[in-house]
């Protein structure tokens, strides 16, 4: 069942590795912070590191993620470090997702070529098994981080009640156009707030949230 979506866009950002960074991000204001369980990811985290910065967090929800992962290790992690949402970023089917502990962040990744009609038969079997869709640029051989937008048009026609998560190249020069174009329900920026994969630079995680904070008074007035 999914949540109600709300009118201001909230902000998620991912491949937290330092404390130094969660500490920031969580002073920025962020709505979530991501970190990375997937070995082979350049962003990944401990479960035991990432547990102990969550302890230290207050103030915004934290998020797992995982990319085919076993079942078991999932739910283990997810105890263990305290997370409050898991986001299954691989090809996990509807029937995993249902068996998840936490409350579940389903990745869709776009294809170069997909219609609105090829998203909306591929999130139909998820939509009573999460909490929300995130839409991520595919890309061969990666799985998130890519840097990459794709055409967000497409979600003109798939996005109408369903509160999702944008994803895929965003960053401080583009995340006015995006919200602009298709309102979702959160951002997810992980690479374009980076100086080098798992390390983020702070200029511009500042001015990804001097651009939220404008994005949100124009939401208020019904100006975006």
């Known amino acids: 069942m999914f949540a109600d979506p709300e009118e201001?866009?909230?902000?998620?950002?991912?491949?937290?590795t330092t404390l130094e960074d969660a500490r920031f991000v969580s002073g920025a204001l962020?709505?979530?912070?991501?970190?990375?369980?997937?070995?082979?990811?350049p962003r990944y985290v401990s479960p035991a590191k990432a547990g102990a910065m969550?302890?230290?967090?207050?103030?915004?929800?934290?998020?797992?993620v995982f990319v085919n992962q076993p079942l078991d290790d999932v739910n283990m992690i997810a105890r263990q470090t305290?997370?409050?949402?898991?986001?299954?970023?691989?090809?996990e089917n509807p029937d995993y997702c249902s068996l998840v502990d936490k409350s579940v962040i389903k990745a869709i990744h776009v294809e170069e070529g997909d219609?609105?009609?090829d998203l909306n038969k591929r999130i139909e079997p998820f939509l009573d098994h999460v909490e929300y869709l995130l839409f991520d640029t595919k890309v061969d051989g990666k799985w998130g981080g890519t840097g990459q937008a794709f055409d967000w048009s497409i979600l003109d026609e798939v996005s109408r009640g369903v509160p999702y998560f944008l994803?895929?190249?965003l960053n401080p020069e583009n995340i006015r156009s995006a919200c602009k174009q298709v309102h979702p329900y959160a951002v997810d920026v992980s690479s374009g707030l980076?100086?080098?994969?798992?390390?983020k630079d702070f200029d511009k995680v500042d001015a990804f949230m001097e651009e939220m904070r404008d994005i949100w008074e124009k939401q208020e007035v019904g100006e975006l």
């Open 30 to 41: 962020a709505h979530y912070m991501g970190f990375v369980f997937y070995g082979d990811s």
């Open 115 to 117: 219609t609105s009609s």
């Open 82 to 91: 305290g997370i409050d949402f898991v986001q299954l970023h691989g090809d």
């Open 167 to 169: 994803a895929g190249g």
């Open 194 to 199: 980076e100086a080098k994969a798992g390390v």
């Open 8 to 16: 201001r866009t909230k902000v998620k950002i991912c491949g937290i």
């Open 54 to 64: 969550i302890n230290w967090l207050h103030g915004l929800e934290c998020v797992g």
